[in-house]
């Protein structure tokens, strides 16, 4: 089998497994979207589900979250972990939307990735789910599962994206990183995997490896 007729087989398996797989946080507003997405990081989606009603119940648009002290800000989000970073991040993230932007959200990758704590992985979960562009999104269970799989043997985000996105089609891209990222919480787990009970066995290099010893 080819990488890409594996990637294809890898498409449809999960697609048939984690057919409703979506992205858990909660929001109302592409900006609300992407202040959640930087208080992921280092931390859960349900904690920052715990967090936003109230930071977005008191913080109601772009002007507003500009114009915050970060450290009120910070009590907000406190669980999310990173608490000082990410409160100074949102707050001049706003304030370059507003005055290098003109208010409007980039939608481009080149842009994205010069607000502060928004890297590659952000942009393009971003993207996908305001814009429908298609991207990779690479984070830890990414990284792990499709080099289990055998499509490369990199801890290189960048690289995995360029490898991924020639492999997988473009109209099927955000889907198959938020179903990758549910068989890793669910089977595929950096610690014992639950090969005997895994859809993508059949696929999978590392598990035809273990099976050969
Ligand atoms: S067979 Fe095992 S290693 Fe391969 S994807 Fe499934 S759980 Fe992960």
Partial sequence: MTDMERAQSAVKILKEQYPNASCSLIYNTPLEFLIS???????????????????????????????????????????CGFYKIKSCDIVNMCK????????????????????????????????GEIFNKPGIVVDTHF?????????????NALKIEKIMENLIPPLEMLKFCHRVIDHGRKVCTARNPKCYECCLKKICSYYIDKSKE
Wanted: glycine letters at 4%.
């Fill in 37 to 79: 997405i930087r208080l992921s990081a280092q931390c859960t989606d349900a904690r920052v589900n715990s967090v936003t009603p109230s930071l977005f119940a008191d913080f109601k648009n772009l002007e507003e979250f500009s114009n915050a002290e970060p450290e009120k800000i910070e009590k907000y989000i406190y669980p």
């Fill in 96 to 127: 370059i939307i507003k005055n290098r932007f003109r208010g409007k959200i980039p939608d481009n990758l080149t842009d994205l990735i010069t607000l502060p704590g928004i890297g590659r992985k952000t942009a393009n979960l971003f993207l």
């Fill in 143 to 155: 990284i792990r599962i499709t080099k289990r799989l055998g499509f490369h043997c990199s801890k």
